[in-house]
């Protein structure tokens, strides 16, 4: 059974600075791995998507890496900014079940000013 | 141009009350689904739609009986509302086959749903 976890649950960091978010998966067989943000009372809004052939992708200030083998990924962003405070998700999409996204637990950040 | 929309935004209602939430998307994607938040922000899968048919119906009571009249549309009807019934609900779609895998998961912005 697949299970997402993402650490740390939650972060406070001065603006400014690099950070990075974790997210790791037990089960390798995934097409795809989706980094989404979801701000207090919104939806998620889709970040970046990583396919299970690609290593990394790149938004703006965002990277997302993938190591599908050792079932983990993170987001890297540079340069924080107060406007980054949100809860930040990740999600697999699994080669069985290919309906269905599962996922990680979360890290809420907080960029201080 | 809102690409997943659903309404209504909050909903609050007393134990033992029916109510719906509807969801419309303007992707044109062929799979649509809802979602569970609950109190600790955890997303859990409730139902998936491809083209219209039930394909996923991850162990969910019966009084939640989801419809999709068409592929644009997916609402979620609820009976007989329990206190545990309490979250945020989300609508997302996406394309659901073939080379379509690689495409994104978009959502509407939830339906908080209060039950006292």
């Known amino acids: 059974k697949q299970e997402v976890t993402q650490i740390p649950a939650a972060l406070s960091v001065p603006e400014g600075e690099n950070l990075v978010l974790n997210c790791s998966f037990t089960?390798?067989?995934?097409?795809?791995l989706q980094w989404f943000r979801q701000d207090p009372g919104k939806g998620l809004t889709s970040l970046l998507l990583?396919?299970?052939?690609?290593r990394e992708q790149t938004s703006g200030r965002l990277n997302a890496s993938l190591d599908k083998s050792s079932g983990r990924s993170t987001l890297y962003i540079a340069a924080s900014q107060p406007g980054d405070s949100a809860t930040y998700l990740c999600?697999?999409?699994?080669?069985?079940?290919?309906?269905?996204?599962?996922f990680g637990t979360g890290t809420r950040l907080k960029v201080l000013a | 141009d809102t690409a997943v929309s659903q309404t209504p935004k909050y909903l609050v209602t007393q134990m033992g009350n029916d109510k719906s939430i509807k969801c419309e998307q303007n992707?044109?994607?062929?799979?649509m689904y809802w979602y569970k938040q609950d109190s600790k922000k955890f997303l859990k899968i409730m139902f998936s739609?491809?083209?219209?048919?039930l394909i996923i119906n991850e162990t969910v009571p019966n009084r939640f009986s989801p419809k999709s009249p068409d592929k644009a549309h997916l609402n979620l009807h609820i009976n007989s509302l329990e206190l545990g019934d309490s979250a945020v609900y989300f609508c997302?779609?996406?394309w659901g086959q073939g080379s379509s895998y690689n495409s994104p998961l978009h959502f509407g912005n939830g339906t908080r749903l209060t039950v006292t």
């Open positions: 990583i396919q299970s052939s690609q």
């Open positions: 999600a697999v999409r699994p080669t069985s079940g290919t309906y269905k996204y599962i």
């Open positions: 997302a779609s996406s």
């Open positions: 739609y491809n083209n219209k048919e």
């Open positions: 992707l044109g994607h062929d799979t």
């Open positions: 089960d390798s067989a995934i097409y795809n």
